[in-house]
């Protein structure tokens, strides 16, 4: 959320441009506005880490919880393509924030398209893994309330749907419309995602007694 609000605060209220804006508009954007491409970038990267950490946390969570089936194995690795998909995104925009390289319009262009791609459709997909790799065993194993396993379970079928911006640009509506309730599922598995188990519901998604 920061990457998105401090650059337009720096910026005076000019957003970040979309790629399927005019190339004026783009030009302009990252030939005035380097500080706020900087601090897009800096807060992207940074956002990048924590998601890799939480991945790994969750699957090994998962794992203590006795969940044997692929979907510790899918949340982290979705998580980490995630944040590798972001990571290289903000160096894409920290590109784009060099005076030097704004006057050339074709390679401005270019990386703004990249940095795009790699951190929306690039970020969401992947994150749509991590949410169904927690909320699949959540809700097979009653390690989550119902409720959140199928609210993780939508994000998840959203953010996959949003695969389809690639070659429709409408449906790029449903990034941000995965991205933002994909955070907000993270945080409450981060509070309630148990650390243990009750004895009575041992059993593993796979069917062994653990």
Do not use: C
């Amino acid at each position: 959320m920061a990457s998105l609000s401090l650059p337009l605060l720096v910026s005076g209220g000019q957003t970040y441009p979309s790629p399927f804006a005019d190339e004026s508009v783009i030009l302009d954007y990252f030939r005035s506005n380097s500080a706020p491409a900087l601090i897009t970038a800096l807060l992207q990267f940074a956002a990048s880490i924590p998601l890799a950490i939480f991945a790994a946390a969750a699957s090994v969570r998962l794992q203590t919880l006795g969940i044997r089936a692929p979907g510790a194995a899918i949340a982290l690795t979705g998580g980490i393509l995630a944040s590798a998909a972001m990571s290289f995104s903000a160096m894409l925009t920290w590109t784009l924030s060099r005076p030097e390289l704004v006057e050339h319009a074709e390679i401005v262009r270019l990386l703004h398209d990249l940095a795009f791609i790699a951190g929306g459709p690039g970020v969401v997909v992947p994150s749509g893994l991590l949410a169904a790799g927690i909320a699949v065993p959540g809700l097979l194993a009653g390690l989550l309330p119902r409720w959140l396993s199928w609210a993780g379970l939508i994000v998840a079928a959203v953010a996959m749907l949003s695969t389809l911006s690639f070659i429709v640009p409408l449906l790029s509506v449903l990034l941000p419309l995965a991205r933002f309730p994909f955070l907000a599922f993270l945080i409450v598995v981060a509070f309630r995602l148990p650390k243990n188990r009750a004895p009575a519901n041992r059993t593993t998604v796979s069917g062994r007694v653990s």
